[in-house]
Every structure is written in structure tokens, then in C-alpha cells.
């Protein structure tokens, strides 16, 4: 409840610089993030490289797909602005936002602001995609997915296309996350890969932190974990 107010613009007398380091990122989801961006890279790499690191790339997918599936549950029982009720907002507000992009002063969202929340959205969705299609594709030549012999040589080499297709889109969708980083940065002043390192954000007024249970995220990771593997690699 207390929690309540901390889209609110800042006041006159907090912009000239009472600011307040205020924890807004649980550990749990800084972990995700960045082992995140190192199975992306991973999987990356090792596709360009070729068949020599393909099982790499399998097993990099498959983790992928654990963390997607733990960053949806997440979304439902983490900390605060980790879930989606915190940043999923409508059409109506998402188009507010964006009408305020390009002044230059940092946002008065804590967490994710409304565009960038259906950009957390987006990018998930991409990346489930990615995992889900990948594990039923072929190259023709040597590589299989896990799960190839379950589905015919036609349904693979449709889901390959797709694995291929949103292999692009994916890379767009990294580049504007970048890109999105940079001109908070740099244009609005707001630095959004300091708190994503250390949790914390300075603020505006004060405000508590709401974290997730760090047991509850250790296993529910292991039960997905367990329960893909299983799926995959032994009923698969």
C-alpha cells in the first residue's frame, strides 16, 4: 500500500536533488536478466559457429526456455515491480507515456514504465517462440532438435522456418532494448543499467521494497527445471 504513489511526479522541491537510493530490483530478478543475456549470447554464438557447438546451442535453448517459463511465474508472486500487474498497463496509458518520450527528464515510473513494460512482454514472447520451435527444427544435415522424431519432416521444417524467421525478429526486438537503454541514458537522464546491477534506483521520495521469496524463486527454478528436463530429454 505504501507503494502507492511512486508513479507520482516529482515535486519542485525533490527535483533539486532530494533523491533517495530506494531498492526497486529483487535479486532474483537481476539474476534472471543477466544469466538472460549470457544463454542469448550463448545460443547466438554457437548457431553462427555451426555444427561443431549446436549442442550448445541446444542446451542454451533449453535453459532459455526454463527462464522464460520462471520469469512468467515471477510475474505473478515476485517482488513488486517485478510483476505484471505492476507494469502491464493499457492502450490509454501506454499512448500518455509515449507522448512524454522525448523530454528530457527521467521517467516517474520506479520499474517499468508502460512502453517499456509491453516491450518485457514482447521480448518474452519472442524468446518463448524461439525455445519452443527450436526444439522440433533440423538443418537438413546433421542437427535434429530434442523433440524432432515427435512431429513429421514437414511440421520441423515449418517450425524451422519460424525458428529462423523469429531469429531475426528477436535480434530487432534485442537492438531496440539497447537502443531503448542508450536514450534513457543519455537523453532523459536516466540511468536504467545501474539498478539492474545493483537493485537500487535513486528517487525521488522515499518508498519500502517489496521483494519476492527468495526460497519460493529457488524452487519454483528447480521444479521447472526438473519438469522441462524431464519433458524433454525422458517422455520426449
Keep these: 500500500m505504501a507503494n502507492q504513489k511512486l508513479d507520482s511526479t516529482p515535486s519542485q522541491s525533490d527535483v533539486g536533488g532530494n533523491l533517495y537510493p530506494i531498492k526497486v ?33 541446444e542446451w542454451s535453448g533449453v535453459a532459455i526456455l526454463v527462464l522464460v517459463l520462471f520469469r512468467i511465474v515471477w510475474g505473478f508472486v515476485g517482488g513488486r515491480e517485478s510483476r505484471f500487474a505492476a507494469f502491464v498497463r493499457g492502450p490509454a496509458s501506454v499512448l500518455r507515456y509515449v507522448s512524454t518520450l522525448f523530454q528530457r527528464k527521467p521517467s516517474r515510473h520506479l520499474g517499468h514504465n508502460p512502453l517499456g513494460g509491453w516491450s518485457v512482454l514482447i521480448l518474452l514472447i519472442s524468446l518463448l517462440i524461439q525455445a519452443c520451435t527450436g526444439l522440433f527444427a533440423n538443418d537438413d544435415i546433421l542437427t535434429e532438435g530434442p523433440l524432432f522424431d515427435l512431429v513429421s519432416k514437414d511440421t ?52 519500502p521494497f517489496s521483494q519476492g521469496n527468495a526460497w519460493l524463486a529457488a524452487a519454483t527454478a528447480t521444479l521447472l527445471a526438473f519438469t522441462v528436463y524431464g519433458l524433454i530429454y525422458q517422455i520426449g
Excluded: E
Design 25 to 57: 530490483w529483487d535479486i532474483t530478478t537481476r539474476l534472471f536478466h543477466w544469466i538472460l543475456v549470457t544463454l542469448v549470447t550463448v545460443s547466438f554464438v554457437t548457431a553462427k559457429i555451426g555444427a561443431s557447438t549446436m549442442l550448445y546451442h
Design 156 to 207: 520441423s521444417d515449418w517450425l524451422t522456418g519460424i525458428h529462423h524467421l523469429n531469429q531475426t525478429v528477436l535480434l530487432g526486438l534485442i537492438c531496440v532494448h539497447v537502443c531503448a537503454i542508450l536514450f534513457y541514458v543519455f537523453f532523459k537522464g536516466d540511468n536504467l543499467i545501474y539498478p539492474m546491477f545493483t537493485g537500487i534506483k535513486q528517487w525521488h521520495q522515499d518508498a
